[in-house]
């Protein structure tokens, strides 16, 4: 009995090598498929594609290797798992703990699809109307684009140039973006929102403008995709705070004035950069 355990504990031993080499091998493959799938998109910013498609081809090739070696090794040894003894590192977690997670952690990647940040993240992180100074500025902002070519975050980077909202009164408007119901303003209001990402989802933040209908926002549930044409107009409406609670505070906001609004498929590229 104890030689049956001294045989099987070289065994065991020598395959938690290959829970490394399977560990990189399906990282770097997950790492590929959402980059060709285009899933990359929803988890991080397009500057650093480039950085997981590298990463991603560099991890099969480690793994690879890695497989090659230890195929090399144990072809030399002839299946002789009491030939050559492994070297263990000092360690906080036992032999293999550490590959495992990596390997489900990557199974769960393949079989569970990253998904679009919804209006309940929106709310939780709070909505805002213009862009903190601690914030990223997104990219592509043209200050002479017209009016009704302007995008969300077009709208936002034009309040905070020049914050005053009566000097955009009447201008023409079209945009797209998500719907959020703010629990402060009344029923025939919602906001039209856009998540910027400056490095990844994790640091998402919405912005978003008010929409005035001439119905029910129950007729457009959160996250429902919009394309809005209007025209802007000032109105005076409760200032919400971060914690999105109702507050006696009014102030004076561009607002869209909506005449057509268009249900539309959620876009392969939801975010704005």
């Not at 609670?245 to 975010?271: F, G, H, M, N, W």
Request: charge should be positive; charged fraction near 15%; include cysteine.
């Amino acid at each position: 009995m104890s030689q049956q355990s001294t045989i099987q504990n070289p065994k065991s031993k020598s395959l938690l090598p290959w829970l490394d080499v399977l560990a990189l091998l399906a990282w770097g493959g997950l790492l590929l498929r959402y980059w060709i799938t285009g899933q990359l998109r929803l988890l991080i910013h397009p500057n650093y594609f480039w950085l997981v498609l590298v990463t991603g081809i560099a991890l099969l090739i480690l793994g690879a290797l890695k497989g090659g070696q230890l195929l090399a090794d144990w072809r030399k040894r002839g299946n002789n798992f009491q030939e050559k003894e492994t070297v263990q590192h000092m360690t906080l977690l036992p032999p293999g703990v550490g590959s495992g997670v990596l390997v489900a952690t990557a199974l769960a990647g393949f079989l569970i699809a990253p998904t679009v940040l919804t209006s309940q993240a929106a709310l939780q992180r709070g909505v805002t109307e213009s862009l903190p100074i601690t914030r990223s500025q997104p990219q592509s902002f043209r200050a002479t684009t017209r009016p009704e070519e302007r995008s969300i975050v077009d709208w936002i980077r034009t309040l905070n140039a020049y914050p005053e909202p009566d000097a955009y009164a009447g201008q023409p408007v079209k945009v797209t973006g998500f719907v959020v119901h703010l629990p402060h303003l009344s029923d025939n209001y919602l906001l039209i929102s856009r998540f910027i990402i400056t490095c990844c989802a994790v640091d998402a933040y919405p912005v978003g403008l008010p929409v005035k209908l001439e119905s029910s926002r129950n007729n457009y549930p959160p996250d429902t995709w919009l394309e809005i044409e209007g025209e802007m107009m000032v109105e005076t409406l409760p200032q919400h705070e971060q914690t999105m609670k109702e507050t006696t505070a009014q102030k004076r906001q561009l607002v869209i004035a909506a005449k057509s609004l268009k249900k539309i498929p959620t876009p392969a590229d939801p975010y704005s950069y």
